[in-house]
Protein backbone atom coordinates (compact mmCIF):
# COMPACT_ATOMS: atom_id res chain seq x y z
CA UNK A 1 0.00 0.00 0.00
CA UNK A 2 1.75 3.41 -0.91
CA UNK A 3 -0.58 6.76 -0.88
CA UNK A 4 1.72 8.36 -3.44
CA UNK A 5 -0.73 7.48 -6.56
CA UNK A 6 -3.11 10.01 -4.28
CA UNK A 7 -0.68 12.69 -2.98
CA UNK A 8 0.07 12.76 -6.87
CA UNK A 9 -3.27 13.36 -8.13
CA UNK A 10 -5.36 16.59 -8.34
CA UNK A 11 -6.28 18.56 -5.35
CA UNK A 12 -9.94 17.45 -5.62
CA UNK A 13 -9.42 13.92 -5.91
CA UNK A 14 -6.89 14.22 -3.15
CA UNK A 15 -9.96 16.40 -0.73
CA UNK A 16 -12.68 14.11 -2.31
CA UNK A 17 -10.44 10.90 -0.58
CA UNK A 18 -9.07 11.76 2.82
CA UNK A 19 -13.20 13.12 2.97
CA UNK A 20 -14.46 10.31 2.17
CA UNK A 21 -11.89 8.17 4.27
CA UNK A 22 -13.05 9.89 6.80
CA UNK A 23 -16.55 9.74 6.39
CA UNK A 24 -16.42 6.00 5.99
CA UNK A 25 -15.20 5.57 9.73
CA UNK A 26 -17.23 8.81 11.53
CA UNK A 27 -20.54 6.98 9.42
CA UNK A 28 -19.69 3.64 10.59
CA UNK A 29 -19.20 4.78 13.96
CA UNK A 30 -22.64 6.72 13.97
CA UNK A 31 -24.43 3.48 12.87
CA UNK A 32 -22.70 1.40 15.98
CA UNK A 33 -23.30 3.83 18.37
CA UNK A 34 -26.71 4.49 20.57
CA UNK A 35 -28.64 7.18 18.90
CA UNK A 36 -30.44 10.29 19.89
CA UNK A 37 -26.96 11.23 22.12
CA UNK A 38 -25.21 14.48 21.72
CA UNK A 39 -22.61 12.66 20.64
CA UNK A 40 -24.72 11.32 17.83
CA UNK A 41 -26.13 14.40 16.49
CA UNK A 42 -22.06 15.72 16.90
CA UNK A 43 -20.90 13.22 14.74
CA UNK A 44 -24.16 13.26 12.81
CA UNK A 45 -23.44 17.16 12.13
CA UNK A 46 -19.90 16.22 10.86
CA UNK A 47 -20.66 12.84 8.76
CA UNK A 48 -23.58 15.03 6.93
CA UNK A 49 -20.76 17.69 6.63
CA UNK A 50 -18.29 15.33 5.25
CA UNK A 51 -20.66 13.53 2.50
CA UNK A 52 -21.58 17.28 1.11
CA UNK A 53 -18.21 17.85 1.06
CA UNK A 54 -17.61 14.80 -0.91
CA UNK A 55 -20.34 15.49 -2.92
CA UNK A 56 -19.11 18.78 -4.01
CA UNK A 57 -15.37 18.46 -4.70
CA UNK A 58 -16.67 15.21 -6.86
CA UNK A 59 -18.27 17.48 -9.61
CA UNK A 60 -14.50 18.67 -9.92
CA UNK A 61 -13.81 15.00 -10.72
CA UNK A 62 -13.94 14.27 -14.66
CA UNK A 63 -11.48 11.44 -14.86
CA UNK A 64 -14.52 9.17 -16.35
CA UNK A 65 -16.47 11.31 -19.11
CA UNK A 66 -19.44 10.18 -21.24
CA UNK A 67 -21.91 13.50 -20.54
CA UNK A 68 -19.41 15.81 -21.43
CA UNK A 69 -16.78 15.82 -18.12
CA UNK A 70 -19.54 13.81 -16.08
CA UNK A 71 -20.37 10.39 -15.58
CA UNK A 72 -23.08 8.43 -13.82
CA UNK A 73 -21.44 8.82 -10.37
CA UNK A 74 -22.63 12.69 -10.50
CA UNK A 75 -25.67 11.79 -10.61
CA UNK A 76 -25.60 9.86 -7.11
CA UNK A 77 -23.44 13.09 -6.16
CA UNK A 78 -26.44 15.30 -6.94
CA UNK A 79 -28.71 12.92 -4.73
CA UNK A 80 -26.33 13.34 -2.03
CA UNK A 81 -26.39 17.13 -2.22
CA UNK A 82 -30.09 16.94 -1.72
CA UNK A 83 -30.73 14.02 0.51
CA UNK A 84 -28.24 15.32 3.45
CA UNK A 85 -30.34 18.50 3.68
CA UNK A 86 -33.54 16.45 4.08
CA UNK A 87 -31.83 14.02 6.19
CA UNK A 88 -30.91 16.63 8.63
CA UNK A 89 -34.28 18.63 8.51
CA UNK A 90 -36.13 14.80 9.35
CA UNK A 91 -33.83 14.68 12.40
CA UNK A 92 -34.45 18.30 13.76
CA UNK A 93 -38.49 18.39 12.89
CA UNK A 94 -39.54 15.10 10.43
CA UNK A 95 -40.34 11.77 11.22
CA UNK A 96 -37.48 9.76 13.07
CA UNK A 97 -37.86 6.68 10.99
CA UNK A 98 -37.13 9.04 7.53
CA UNK A 99 -34.20 10.08 8.54
CA UNK A 100 -32.57 7.10 9.61
CA UNK A 101 -33.44 5.59 6.45
CA UNK A 102 -31.41 8.46 4.57
CA UNK A 103 -28.78 8.54 6.44
CA UNK A 104 -28.40 4.71 6.26
CA UNK A 105 -29.13 4.68 2.66
CA UNK A 106 -26.52 7.08 1.75
CA UNK A 107 -24.01 5.45 3.72
CA UNK A 108 -24.52 2.07 2.01
CA UNK A 109 -24.59 3.53 -1.30
CA UNK A 110 -22.51 7.18 -1.38
CA UNK A 111 -19.83 5.84 0.60
CA UNK A 112 -19.60 1.70 0.52
CA UNK A 113 -21.34 0.84 -2.99
CA UNK A 114 -19.15 3.57 -4.67
CA UNK A 115 -15.77 3.04 -2.36
CA UNK A 116 -15.49 -0.09 -3.70
CA UNK A 117 -15.82 0.79 -7.52
CA UNK A 118 -12.71 2.90 -6.60
CA UNK A 119 -10.94 -0.50 -6.39
CA UNK A 120 -11.51 -0.92 -10.29
CA UNK A 121 -8.32 -1.28 -11.55
CA UNK A 122 -6.30 1.78 -13.51
CA UNK A 123 -8.25 3.97 -10.79
CA UNK A 124 -5.89 5.71 -8.45
CA UNK A 125 -7.43 3.68 -4.82
CA UNK A 126 -6.76 0.49 -6.59
CA UNK A 127 -2.97 2.07 -7.10
CA UNK A 128 -3.02 2.95 -3.85
CA UNK A 129 -4.03 -0.36 -2.26
CA UNK A 130 -2.72 -2.98 -4.77
CA UNK A 131 0.34 -1.30 -6.38
CA UNK A 132 0.15 -0.24 -10.34
Request: proline residues 7%.
Amino acid sequence: MTLAPLLNASPAIQLHAFAAFTAIALGGAQLALPKGSARHRTFGYAWAGLMLLIAFSSLFIHTIKLWGPFSPIHLLSVWVLIMMPVAVWRATRGPMRGHGRAMISTYALAVIVTGFFTLYPGRIMYQVFFGP
